[in-house]
């Protein structure tokens, strides 16, 4: 579990491409380096957010760590874009003390978004996106939470019909993502807020337990039957 408030921006150092061997996988062998900071309490098989995306350690020194990236990781993510000197941004996972400035983030990411267009707004950015998926939509709301390349955002503006959203990157923040480099066209790794899901989930086991009580009529047929059951059983009212 991440907050989605990057730590520190590390550096690809080394990409190695694995074999197909069932050690190897056809994935990469990912170097970051640049983040001795956190670096000090680090252990074999820690959790850590690489643009979003939760990986494992698999070897670390003071100075820079190593991961490996499956292939099904590399198809849906924006890690396979990666080269030698690419910034990533960096966090560990949540621990108990830490402050939740951010979101509950996974990071699982659930597709990747283009990015259609920068526009500076004083001295923020205001950046467009277009997911991949566009069903990943109906869980992005105004002044609700996404996670872009890792990072907790606050969504600025929504257009579902055309299919994009909005985020603002303020001078701070500009200054500790690496998304705030990014230009039109590229791409960013996204998870949208759990909440939204986990909600839809709620509803629409309810509404599917509803459906099983009953055999005849819909759902909502047999909420307005029932409303109007008791009002005519408490003598209410006429209903011609």
């Known amino acids: 579990m991440f907050t989605g408030i990057v730590e520190v921006t590390g550096t690809v150092s080394r990409l190695e491409k694995q074999d197909d061997t069932a050690a190897g996988g056809g994935g990469t062998s990912l170097t970051i380096s640049n983040c001795a900071e956190i670096l000090t309490d680090a252990h074999l098989g820690d959790s850590i957010s690489i643009n979003g995306t939760c990986l494992t350690i698999t070897s670390f020194t003071p100075t820079h760590f190593i991961v490996g990236v499956s292939p099904e990781t590399l198809r ?102 690496v998304m705030a480099a990014k230009k039109e066209g590229e791409e960013v790794n996204v998870e949208v807020d759990m909440v939204g899901k986990y909600v839809e989930s709620s509803v629409r086991g309810y509404f599917e337990g509803l459906e099983k009580e009953s055999s005849g009529g819909g759902v909502l047929e047999r909420m307005v039957g029932k409303i109007v059951d008791e009002r005519m059983r408490r003598g209410g009212g006429r209903y011609d």
């Open 76 to 177: 849906r993510t924006n890690l396979g874009t990666l080269s030698p000197s690419s910034p990533v941004n960096l966090e560990r996972a949540v621990g108990a003390t830490t402050r939740m400035g951010g979101h509950f983030v996974q990071g699982h990411v659930d597709t990747i978004a283009k990015i259609l267009s920068v526009t500076p707004d004083g001295n923020s950015l205001v950046f467009r996106l277009q997911p991949r998926e566009k069903e990943v939509l109906r869980y992005v709301v105004e002044k609700g939470y996404v996670t872009l390349d890792g990072a907790s955002l606050t969504v600025t503006g929504v257009d579902d019909e055309a299919g994009w959203w909005e985020v603002m990157l303020i001078a701070y923040t500009q200054e500790r993502v």
